[in-house]
Nanobody, 121 residues
Framework: QVQLVESGGGLVQPGGSLRLSCAAS????????MGWYRQAPGKQRDWVAL???????TYADSLKGRFTISRDNAKNTVYLQMNSLKPEDTAVYYC???????????????WGQGTQVTVSS
């Protein structure tokens, strides 16, 4: 069973930084795109950023310049560096990944369990 486990969330003051990690484990042959979403209380889950296997990154327009997504293919891990954090960034952050379990298997989309990020003074 493929699992994605996020870490790095917590409480941070406005203007601070956090780095989230999401590690994939299990029967993995290859991983395609990996991404981050977030869900604030009472709101829908919103897309944050995506990175392809080749390292091409795209971001939600409102987050460009503050958030950076990266990945380490050798570690099956995706990261989200968040700078200049604002109270409105408070949310549960989820990662996902397109994972193929073997050479001929299709990719399936897996999600992590989420990590809480709270920006408050």
């Amino acid at each position: 069973q493929v699992q994605l486990v996020e870490s790095g969330g917590g409480l941070v003051q406005p203007g601070g930084s956090l780095r989230l990690s999401c590690a994939a484990s299990g029967p993995i042959f290859s991983i395609g795109a990996m991404g981050w979403y977030r869900q604030a209380p009472g709101k829908q889950r919103d897309w944050v950023a995506l990175i392809t296997r080749a390292g091409n990154a795209t971001y939600a327009d409102s987050l460009k310049g503050r958030f950076t997504i990266s990945r380490d293919n050798a570690k099956n891990t995706v990261y989200l560096q968040m700078n200049s954090l604002k109270p409105e960034d408070t949310a549960v952050y989820y990662c996902n990944a397109e994972v193929a379990g073997s050479l001929l298997a299709p990719e399936f989309l897996y999600w992590g369990q989420g990590t809480q990020v709270t920006v408050s003074s």
